[in-house]
């Protein structure tokens, strides 16, 4: 052992396996989720029923959160346990709104300033989320602009206080494993 912190894997054939398993869950769970979104079937208009799987994928999505904290706290690596949990998290969140948004321009389409395919309802989302609205497409209606609204304060929860207690829970699962900080954001 070369006294290198056991939280983040080390140089050689060893530190790459460890980088290895993370990032092929992580990449696995974004292609996994795309496919899904893009094969699924979404042939249902927008209505309360498409709100009500919304508002249940929203509440996945902080239950997975709150599993993946718990599991970060207990990890042999839990920056690397972190990252995963932001790898699948985030796109899940993207493309619960994403398949809202395609709905609700398939059922009103006016609802936007063109209609959305798949691929545009993604980019749509990834725009509000990313903050950049390259203002080529915009909500037109009054429950499109609900709905982005709504994306936009769900985006702050999920950029502020979900980062903040994700890096809260690799602290701690740093400190219980007993290593001395690596990065000034590990002290507590």
Known sequence: MTGRPRSLPGPGRQGLRLLAGPLLRSAASVVLLTALYYLAPMDRGFGTLTLVLLV?????????????????????HPR????????TGVPLFLVL???????????LPDSFTEPLTRTDALYFTVTVFATVG???IAPTTQAARVLTTAQMAADLIVVGVIAKVLF?????????????????????
């Open 56 to 76: 249940l994928g929203l509440a996945l999505f902080g239950g997975l959160i709150a599993w993946q904290i718990a599991a970060i706290t207990h990890a042999e």
């Open 80 to 87: 690397l346990r972190a990252l995963e949990a932001l790898a």
């Open 97 to 107: 709104f994403s398949a809202t948004y395609f709905l609700l321009s398939k059922e």
């Open 134 to 136: 390259f203002g080529d």
């Open 168 to 188: 809260g829970a690799v602290r701690i699962g740093v400190a219980r494993r007993g290593e001395a900080p690596r990065f000034p954001e590990d002290e507590a």
